[in-house]
């Protein structure tokens, strides 16, 4: 119990708003995923699953490097099920076909959590060098497909510009863009070795030296826009699935 | 068109159209009779003499007055017996005298035709008959009566009247009908009896065979006229299912956007085209399937107020049976 109350005396107000603000969207984005259309499913449970990845920050247990793994592969998972929603959803405005059910997509999420599981007890405990490798494997993807979902939203909505919803993917285009600025700035940090967690472990191997000193003001400005960016996707994206929400009611 | 005195009459009024054309030919013909049957129709007149039960002359003549013979007459006698849609049969007996000029008149060749008498110098003309010793028949008639004077080698031979079995030879009925206002006369030149040839048409030809083939034509024009209405029918079907099709269109346009023509064309096109319209639960089937893409486009109450405006259209169209 102590050790608990130590964690979170240890937390940061702003890593906790963050959560709270992933927290809510999440349920939001669950919520919607129940209560509406099939090709709505992925990307609400997509959104949902950020929360989980981002909870590895209230998480007590996170000095299990393999949980913390977990959430890397969580978030990846995340981003990969929103895309699958959004190009569904780009298919539905080009053929007007809808495929598939929601249970099939509840499964196939959780089937794909528990072999990612599996995958990592059946491997050995990472070490803080692969841990950081998993998430800027994690980083890029966002990067990738975040881009990606940016011109996905930009072609359904010149599809749909003339239907209630429209404005709805005005607003996930925001979204994006402010997951874009979090996670581009997060793997720009990461590439040219100036993140946190490069200096935890360039500490612990006094071989390895940083040049961090050089750039105060590049990495300054990368962890702020991290930072705020990060926790305007949460606001935005809980924002917009009430906002879509209400179009739809 | 041709009117004869009536004669004795042995049936009046029959309904023509009801009737087959060998049985009563095969009637008359057993009984013997003599006389004429006449078949009235609304666009032609058909007369039929009998001399003992023998069919010796047949004419037709159409509203235009132009005229068929024999088995020309007897063959268009037998269509316009399946095909109109009204008709009466007065069958008169005569004597056998009276029917040979009949004979011997329709068989003649008309020298005036529909001369109103008024405008007629009559005495010339009796005069002209007389003097070119002509045999002949000078018809006085108006729209409803008639009478006849055959004159034989210039000289009167005698009457014929409504009523009249034989000539007759009292010229009263003859001066009743010229005494009208609308009388008119024709007059025809005839052969003389004994040039007359004395053919039994029925048995040169085959009435059961003309029926049979006029029924055969009538039958397939019926088909035709049938098959000309189904696809006429299944025209003007096609023409309001399109329109259907179209106002569902623009009401899923007018709640979802540009992309409800898409969903529309896909789902009908899923259905196998808009066919599926005139059946109750492929509509239903279509509005299902609109009402899911919808969900993804628009609120629930726009896609509740498209599916009434959607029903009440349908439903519209279906009283109007389509």
Same mark, same amino acid.
């Not at chain 2, 009566?145 to 003859?174: C, Q, V, W």
């Given at each position: 119990?102590?050790? &608990?109350?130590t &964690? ?18 999440g ?7 129940i ?10 449970i997509? &959104? ?6 981002q909870a590895?920050?209230?998480n007590?247990w ?11 592969i969580?978030?990846?998972v995340?981003?990969m099920?929103?895309?699958?929603g ?6 539905f ?5 809808i495929?598939g ?12 959590l528990?072999?990612s599981? *599996? ?7 990472p070490?803080p060098?692969?841990?950081r490798?998993i ?6 993807i ?19 510009? %003339?239907?209630?919803?429209?404005? *709805? ?7 994006? &863009? ?13 590439i040219?070795?100036? %993140?946190? %967690? ?12 940083? %040049?961090?000193?050089q750039?105060?003001?590049r990495v300054e ?13 949460g ?7 009430i906002?879509i929400?209400r179009?739809?009611? | 068109?041709?009117?004869l005195?009536?004669?004795n ?7 023509a ?14 009984a ?15 007369i ?6 023998q =069919?010796?002359c047949?004419l ?5 007055g ?13 269509q ?8 009466i ?10 029917a ?5 008149? =329709? ?31 000078l ?5 409803d009566?008639s ?18 079995h034989?000539?007759?030879?009292s ?12 009388a ?5 030149s ?11 048409? !029925? ?5 059961q065979?003309l ?11 019926a ?9 006429r029918?299944?025209?003007d ?17 007018e ?9 529309v064309?896909?789902?009908?096109a899923?259905?196998?085209g808009?066919?599926? =319209?005139?059946?109750s639960?492929?509509?239903?089937s !279509? ?10 486009l ?6 509740? =107020? ?8 349908i ?5 109007e049976?389509?």
């Amino acid at each position: 119990m102590d050790q &608990f109350l130590t &964690f979170f005396g240890q937390l940061q107000t702003f890593d906790i708003i963050q959560v709270i603000f992933w927290g809510l969207a999440g349920a939001v984005s669950f919520h919607f995923s129940i209560g509406n259309a099939r090709v709505w499913t992925s990307i609400a449970i997509g &959104f949902f699953l950020i929360f989980l990845s981002q909870a590895y920050t209230i998480n007590p247990w996170l000095h299990y490097y393999k949980l913390s793994a977990y959430h890397s592969i969580i978030g990846t998972v995340a981003i990969m099920m929103i895309t699958h929603g959004f190009l569904e959803y780009y298919v539905f405005c080009r053929t007007f076909e809808i495929s598939g059910n929601k249970l099939t997509v509840y499964l196939t999420v959780l089937v794909i959590l528990a072999c990612s599981g *599996g995958f990592l007890l059946i491997n050995p405990t990472p070490s803080p060098n692969t841990l950081r490798n998993i998430k800027m494997v994690e980083n890029a993807i966002w990067v990738f497909l975040s881009v990606m979902n940016l011109e996905l939203v930009r072609k359904i909505y010149l599809a749909i510009k %003339d239907s209630t919803i429209s404005k *709805g993917f005005i607003a996930f285009g925001i979204v994006f &863009f402010c997951i874009l600025l979090w996670k581009g700035s997060e793997l720009y940090l990461q590439i040219y070795q100036w %993140d946190r %967690d490069w200096q935890d472990i360039i500490a612990m191997m006094t071989e390895e030296s940083s %040049d961090i000193g050089q750039y105060p003001l590049r990495v300054e400005l990368s962890q702020t826009v991290s930072r705020y960016a990060g926790l305007l996707s949460g606001f935005s994206v809980g924002g917009t699935f009430i906002y879509i929400y209400r179009l739809l009611k | 068109m041709f009117l004869l005195p009536k004669g004795n009459p042995l049936f009046e009024n029959l309904a023509a159209t009801k009737l087959k054309l060998p049985e009563v030919m095969t009637k008359l013909s057993t009984a013997g009779f003599t006389g004429y049957a006449s078949f009235v129709f609304q666009t032609a007149t058909a007369i039929l003499v009998f001399e003992s039960g023998q =069919l010796v002359c047949a004419l037709l003549e159409d509203r235009n007055g132009v005229r068929q013979t024999g088995l020309a007459a007897m063959s268009d006698l037998c269509q316009l017996m399946q095909t109109s849609g009204s008709g009466i049969l007065n069958v008169y007996k005569l004597s056998k005298d009276l029917a040979i000029c009949i004979h011997a008149l =329709l068989e003649g060749e008309i020298r005036y035709k529909a001369q109103e008498l008024k405008l007629i110098d009559i005495k010339t003309l009796l005069e002209k008959i007389k003097s070119d010793q002509m045999n002949g028949c000078l018809r006085i008639y108006t729209d409803d009566r008639s009478a006849m004077i055959f004159y034989k080698e210039g000289n009167p031979l005698g009457f014929f009247h409504d009523g009249s079995h034989d000539i007759e030879t009292s010229s009263s009925e003859s001066q009743k009908i010229a005494s009208l206002p609308d009388a008119k006369i024709d007059l025809f030149s005839t052969q003389s009896a004994e040039v007359l040839m004395g053919i039994n048409l !029925l048995e040169v030809v085959n009435v059961q065979n003309l029926w049979d083939s006029a029924l055969a034509l009538q039958q397939s024009q019926a088909g035709k006229v049938d098959r000309e209405r189904e696809e006429r029918d299944k025209k003007d079907i096609g023409i309001k299912l399109a329109t259907l099709e179209e106002d569902i269109k623009n009401i899923v346009i007018e709640y979802v956007g540009k992309v409800g023509r898409g969903i529309v064309d896909k789902e009908i096109a899923g259905l196998g085209g808009n066919t599926c =319209l005139a059946d109750s639960t492929k509509t239903s089937s !279509l509005l299902a399937a609109i009402e899911r893409s919808a969900k993804l486009l628009i609120s629930t109450t726009k896609i509740k =107020l498209m599916q009434e405006k959607l029903l009440s259209l349908i439903a519209a169209a279906v009283l109007e049976d389509l």
